[in-house]
Structure formats: structure tokens, C-alpha cells
């Protein structure tokens, strides 16, 4: 397993035992709906506890004020746009603060994957999610899956990290499906190793980034 993204930390205890059992990065959302979101302030205060991982701060649709501000104060090593951002936002993002973007992109069909190939030589890494269940205000962290098997259609020039609904209880699963695509170089995790929504368990992070080492 390459990375490991630990996204939706909020306390220092969660960084540093995410920093300390190898997660290749980290993640701080500023998304006001979301239990995990953080200020621009509270994120600056844990990402110096990050160690050699890469801090990622996570946005959806945001403009450019707010993301001056965290970029500004934050002075994060990445950038995820989790929302609608289109290719032509991925590029305005890129060149503003020349930083590598991450692109979330939500899959649900066959049909969803297609679209991962037209980021090519825009984002630096895509995020596969799985679509929020109808109603969701959250376009990630629902603890829901997609269906795996349409990753052997994936065709990408640009690395991609597999989220959704991903835990102890389908690490196997999860990373069965990451080897078997060339273009999957590892995981991103929330809601999968927390005791209610945005509580980090420390303990579960730990035992997660173990079992990931350990296969």
C-alpha cells in the first residue's frame, strides 16, 4: 500500500497518532455542514504536529476569499476540491496557489468513472467517493460504498486514492480492489475510524494503518 489519506481530523491526539502509524496524508475539512469541519486557525494549530505527511485541506466549491484564507493560514501542502469544481476550476485553484490539487470525483455507475480521464494533466491526484445517499448534506463521509467492480474499467493517466465507506470491517476488500488497478495507488478514510460522526478513535486509526502495513 503506497498512502493512506486520514481525512477529517480535528484534534491533535487523532494527527499525531494518523502522523505516527505512517498515514501519507492528512486531511482538515472547511465545509461548515460537515461534523469534521475546522477553521483556517484550528487546522494551522494541528498541521504542525503532522510530521513527514502531507497536510490536505478540503474544500467544496468554495471561492477564492475562503480559500485565501486557509491557504493563507492553514499553509497547507494540498489542496481537495470535493465539490462540483469543473476541470476549468481544478486549473484556476492550481494556478492561484501552486499547490497540487486533489479532485473528488462522486461515483455511483459505470458512467461516473468515465469522467476521471478528462482531469488528466489538471489534477494532480483524483479521490474516488462514493455518491451521498439522497437527502445527504455531505458529498463525502456518509460511511457509504460504491460498487468496486467498476473500478476495471478505470483508465487514468492521473493517480487515484479510493474512498467511501471504507473501515476495518472491508480493508481487505478495499485494498484487493486497489491492486487490482494500476492506476489505484492507495485509500482515503473518514467516518470509517470514528466512534460517532467526526470523533476520531484514535485506537482505530491506529489498528487501520497497521493492517494496512501488514499486507
Avoid at 504536529?49 to 478540503?58: E, L
Avoid at 439522497?134 to 493517466?157: C, I, Q, Y
Wanted: a negative charge; hydrophobic letters at 45%; one cysteine or more.
Amino acid at each position: 500500500m503506497n498512502d493512506v489519506k486520514i481525512c477529517g481530523l480535528s484534534t491533535v491526539d487523532a494527527v499525531q497518532v494518523a502522523r505516527d502509524e505512517g498515514a501519507s496524508h492528512l486531511g482538515f475539512i472547511f465545509f461548515e455542514k460537515s461534523p469534521r469541519n475546522v477553521s483556517a486557525e484550528q487546522a494551522r494549530d494541528l498541521v504542525v504536529h503532522k510530521g513527514d505527511a502531507k497536510s490536505v485541506a478540503v474544500s467544496v466549491n468554495a471561492d477564492d476569499a475562503a480559500l485565501d484564507h486557509v491557504v493563507t493560514t492553514m499553509q497547507p501542502d494540498m489542496l481537495q476540491l470535493h465539490g462540483g469544481e469543473t476541470i476549468e476550476r481544478v486549473r484556476e485553484v492550481k494556478a492561484r496557489y501552486g499547490l497540487p490539487v486533489i479532485k473528488a470525483l462522486a461515483v455511483r455507475e459505470a458512467a461516473d468513472l468515465e469522467r476521471a480521464a478528462t482531469y488528466d494533466g489538471v489534477a494532480d491526484l483524483l479521490l474516488l467517493d462514493a455518491k451521498p445517499p439522497k437527502g445527504a448534506d455531505l458529498p463525502g463521509g456518509n460511511g457509504v460504498t460504491f460498487d468496486w467492480s467498476l473500478l476495471e474499467a478505470l483508465a487514468t493517466r492521473t493517480p487515484v486514492l479510493l474512498s467511501g465507506g471504507i473501515g476495518t470491517h472491508n480493508i481487505d476488500d478495499a485494498l484487493a480492489a486497489v491492486r487490482g488497478n494500476e492506476s489505484l495507488i492507495g485509500i482515503d478514510l473518514s467516518s470509517g475510524v470514528e466512534s460517532a460522526p467526526g470523533v476520531k478513535d484514535t485506537g482505530a486509526i491506529a489498528a487501520f494503518l497497521r493492517r494496512t502495513r501488514s499486507i
